[in-house]
């Protein structure tokens, strides 16, 4: 009897993928004895990041999450102060809201790109002030790294006086009428998870034009220590630099950065040209003058026109054969932790999340990969 192991290899949704250079910056971190959460690497990621994002000063911190957190304390976010969030996001992008004992109002999602409608971020904001309260922030997220309508969603923020942080963790490479996302808010957060485009094992950036946030970002970052012999602390301050090491993957994926972006967007290529003949499957859509990224490609599967095929049956087919989809994600308002909170819109956002579904998507797949995911959906839909 045949007792060969069967299981097809996994397929990953995001995998990471390093190029060559990576380990010639962490070596070199280890032979000089830079095994620290500062050092050349740091300086060396930031300078790249600012050369390649086209904002001013960067500070490489310890994820994402750091950086929307440090974004808000630094235009001073205090608790019972409210922050407009989109809904239709990871919750990373809203946790740090409640770090701070601020309240988070989400706003839904339009239904091209997906992201943060401008209507209904102009509705949360005329009824916050109609009770009273005037929103300290607008966090609008890029949303698997599409382009959100920026550029409306600045002009209300200038409208009623509300700084707009980007939250373009999902975003790097992607781009908005030649500009990139990250850089058009009063600060910019992006993310170098070990599924992101690039990354660093862990990681994240806040990014601004402005220095002195960036030179209070990186204070506060390393536990806001006072110039003085001994520790001295005037500032709260918090443990979120990113290390010389994970700094160094990052050097070295700088490198292959427009290569990931590239073959990102050959994957959704793949799937446009591929599956777009089957009714009842959409894709999330560029803006007029929008670049992604495509870190995720991600569709949206109507029941009504795929004679009741679901989400559902195709993520399971694809699981069955050793293959990781996700469902899109669940809205901030629908989730237990924030369900409490104030939302603005009509569930768009709701019904993407019911039908929605990220394909496999990263920039390792293989020709053989994407002729098993193609498989599986021949094998659902045809």
Avoid at 34 to 53: H, K, M, S, T
């Amino acid at each position: 009897m045949d007792n060969t192991n069967t299981i097809k290899p996994r397929i990953w949704l995001s995998s990471p993928h390093m190029g060559k250079d990576e380990f010639s910056f962490v070596k070199e971190a280890f032979d000089t004895n830079w095994i620290a959460p500062l050092g050349p690497n740091v300086d060396g990621f930031e300078q790249d990041l600012c050369r390649y994002n086209g904002s001013k000063y960067a500070a490489a911190l310890s994820s994402g999450t750091a950086a929307i957190h440090l974004s808000l304390v630094l235009i001073g976010v205090k608790p019972g102060d409210e922050v407009i969030c989109s809904s239709f996001t990871f919750s990373a992008s809203a946790n740090p809201i409640l770090y701070l004992g601020a309240i988070p109002v989400f706003v839904d999602s339009e239904e091209s790109s997906w992201n943060m409608n401008p209507e209904f971020l102009e509705t949360a904001i005329i009824d916050r002030l109609a009770k009273g309260i005037k929103p300290k922030a607008i966090i609008v997220v890029h949303l698997y790294g599409m382009p959100a309508r920026i550029n409306e969603i600045l002009a209300i923020g200038n409208k009623f006086d509300i700084p707009v942080i980007e939250d373009a963790a999902e975003a790097l490479g992607s781009y908005y009428e030649d500009k990139h996302l990250g850089s058009f808010g009063i600060m910019g957060i992006l993310s170098f998870n070990g599924n992101k485009i690039i990354t660093t094992s862990g990681g994240g950036a806040l990014i601004s034009d402005n220095k002195d946030f960036i030179d209070k970002a990186r204070f506060l970052a390393t536990q806001a220590r006072d110039k003085a012999p001994h520790y001295q602390h005037s500032e709260i301050g918090y443990n979120y630099r990113m290390s010389n090491i994970c700094a160094g993957i990052g050097r070295g994926q700088m490198k292959v950065l427009d290569e990931r972006v590239k073959q990102r967007r050959y994957n959704f290529k793949f799937y446009e040209n591929q599956i777009s003949n089957f009714a009842g499957i959409d894709f999330q859509l560029e803006l007029e003058g929008a670049s992604s990224n495509r870190w995720l490609t991600a569709i949206i599967i109507d029941p009504s026109k795929t004679g009741g095929k679901t989400r559902e049956d195709l993520r399971l087919a694809m699981d069955n054969e050793n293959i990781e989809c996700r469902p899109l994600w669940k809205p901030m308002h629908l989730q237990p932790v924030f369900e409490k909170y104030p939302f603005y819109g009509d569930n768009t956002s709701d019904k993407l999340f019911n039908r929605g579904l990220c394909l496999p998507s990263g920039s390792n797949l293989s020709d053989e990969d994407r002729a098993r995911i193609l498989k599986c959906f021949y094998s659902v839909f045809q």
